[in-house]
């Protein structure tokens, strides 16, 4: 089975106005278009390029997939000590953040004894 992983990094500018970085699931109005309130530029365009990469991934297992989306960006398949897709200020591949954090994690929680 294929799989790929990728990174939201995105703070809108309520967020950051609060204070507040890319918390968890904050993707999720962008992969469905339910943004609550105004939405600027940069927003859009993520949204068009998140719901079409989620999209094409449902239509034909590939994020690759049929549907254009607004960067050029190739999404990776996800290995272990690979790349993912970055979702931010800028759509692109990049390596596994804190790669090493989560190596020491499950070397951790899968440690057999």
Known sequence: MKVWGYNFSYVSP????????AAHAAELPY????????VNENQKRLTDEIHSRFANFIRTGNPNGELKAPSDAEWPEYRPDGRLLQFG???KP???PNLDDMKFMQSVLYEKD
């Open 14 to 21: 309520r967020s950051a106005k609060a204070g507040l970085g």
């Open 89 to 91: 200020r800028e759509v």
């Open 94 to 96: 990049v390596d596994i």
């Open 31 to 38: 992969v469905f278009r339910t943004h609550a309130g105004e």
